[in-house]
Structures are given as structure tokens and as C-alpha cells.
């Protein structure tokens, strides 16, 4: 039997899940003076530590790129393949980073681990994410560079990879580049399914097509290796250096620094995953990609599964203003967060 033809952890690989419009539900609802002004869609799925499905919403089969919520299970792909990263350049590599100083030395020491230079890598030229930091940046003049886009870390760590296997680099990016094709292997055996489709993310790198639950999955899998594995070590690094995997301020930094033990990362178009050291885990989708909704429901999942409520207070939403005074929110739906019909003054 094939290495792909199996999960890795017990059982064969599951089919592709399907392509097809996903079947979305409310997940969240937009609430103005006890009103619903708005109705965010999307999926959500929580997994008990045996891995059980405890909760669903709308479609969490269907098919979804997870974007850069995928990252963790590239850079345990790198680790699988060679890369000998720990701590906080390890954490830079499963990063969609703010494009701050740190962020910056970080990518500039990969290269130079790898012999390598700016110059080799392959993600698009870019402007630091972070508004503040984007900014200052434009302030100083300085233009669009690979080193300042999110995904740079990652990027210059697929490089220092290819070259220690001895792999071509110019052509790292491309699917059926030996580096690719571990990456989907590991998306594979982490989801344990087999991926749908793949296409090209934002960065240039191919993103692999699995289903909601599947990411969920990988996500427990990861906290829940051994000591000592690929997957611990990229669990380690990203709790120990959450800044390094977004940035001052961003809210994955703050929900691992809020909840001990929690692995958790972020995805363009409203994804996000999450999972606590006994795998209990969850992963969100929101239809329309909104952040908004994408954090209060990811907190009133996580509280759903166990988490404290009051280390999760700050992810609730922002509030909604009228007049410069506080009207409103984003609510959770009340299969998540129970205390939404209270403050809505609705029912179901």
C-alpha cells in the first residue's frame, strides 16, 4: 500500500469530499438595539478529544480552501521532509505575519540559513498586513517587497527545504515539485482524506482542497502527537511564539496568549481553527469571509467545547456603536452561545 493510501493514524485515507456550493447555515447574527440587522452564514464543527463530531452547523463536508489556516500542516510537511527548524523561525514558517521588524529578521535568517536570498523567493511582492505597520511603511516610501508579504516565512522555508533534499528551486511552487507533493501528502494524512482540488493561493504556493471537518481534524492531530514529532514541534513553537505567527495585536496571538494550550490560526475568506492539548478542536467558515463574525464564533465554539467563557470575553465581537454609544453586536447563534436569544429577544 501506497504512503498516500493511508491516513497515518490507524485508518485508510477517506475520499475527496465534494465539490459542490457549500450548504451554509446562520452562524452568527448582526444585532442592533435587540434587532437582527444582519445574518452572517457559514459552517461550524466542534470535535470532542476522541474526535466525534459534538456539534455542526451548516456543511462541514463540502469542499473549502482553507487558506492560510493550512499553514500548520505545511511546515509539519517541512519538518517531515528535513527542515531542522524549532521555536520561533519554526513558528515564522506556519505565519501569516503582520510584516513587523521581528517578522522581517525572521524571514531574512531562513534565507541565510539556506544560502539564499530575497531574490529566490516566489510569493508575490507585497505591503506589510498590518494597517499600522503598512502605514509607517508606505510613510518611509518603501515599496512592495516579497519580504514584507504574509506568507514570506513560510515561503523562504519551503526553499532552505528544496535545497537540502537537493531539489530544483525555481520551481518550488509548482504542484508537482517533489517539495508539493509532500505538502499534500501531509494534508492528507493529517485530514485523512484526500484532497479535492488544488489551486494557487494568494502567495503562489498551491492550497489544497479538504472539508471543514477535515481541517478540524488535522488540528487535533497536530496537539495531540508525541513529543518530539514533526507535528509537536510546530504545535510547540506556534504557542510559544504566538506574535511570530501573526503579529502585535492580531487576535490568534491573543487567543493563544488567553486560553493555555490552545493552538489556534487564522485563513483569508473567514477561516479559522482551533485546538486544545486533549484535541478537542474546532473549525470555522464563514461564507461571506467576514473577520467579523470569524472571531465570536470561533470563541463561542471554543466555549462550547469546554473552554472558560471568561478567557474567551474579549473575542466576542466588536461592539456596534450608534452615536458614539454601544447598540449592538455580532452574536454567535444561540446553538452556539445560549445567551444570543437573551440578547436579542428572539426566538430560535
Known sequence: MSARATAGYGSPLAAAPSVREPLHAPVARLVRGGVVEGVHYGSVVVLAADGT???QIGDIEAAFYPRSALKPLQAVALLRAGLPLRGELLALTAASHS?????????????????LTEDHLGNIADLPYDPVVREDWIRAGRPPSRLAQNCSGKHAAMLWTARLNGWSLD?????????????????ETLTGQRVARVTVDGCGAPLFSVSLHGLARAAARIVTAP???????????MREHAEMVSGSGRDVAALMRAVPGLLAKDGFEG?????????????????????????????????RVGVDPAALAEFSGAPLLGGGVVVGGVRAVPALDPLTDRVVGVAG
Do not use: N
Open 227 to 237: 513529543p518530539g514529532t514533526p507535528e509537536a514541534h510546530v504545535a510547540d513553537a
Open 171 to 187: 520551481d518550488y511552487l509548482d504542484p508537482e515539485h517533489p517539495l508539493q507533493r509532500a505538502v499534500a501528502e501531509t494534508v
Open 53 to 55: 463530531v459534538e456539534l
Open 271 to 303: 477561516v479559522q481553527m482551533a485546538a486544545l492539548p486533549d484535541g478537542r478542536a474546532v473549525a470555522v467558515k464563514i461564507a461571506d469571509g467576514s473577520d467579523r463574525a470569524r472571531v465570536p464564533v470561533a470563541a463561542a465554539a471554543l466555549a
Open 99 to 115: 510584516g513587523e521588524e521581528r517578522h522581517l529578521a525572521g524571514t531574512r535568517r531562513l534565507l541565510e540559513l539556506a544560502g
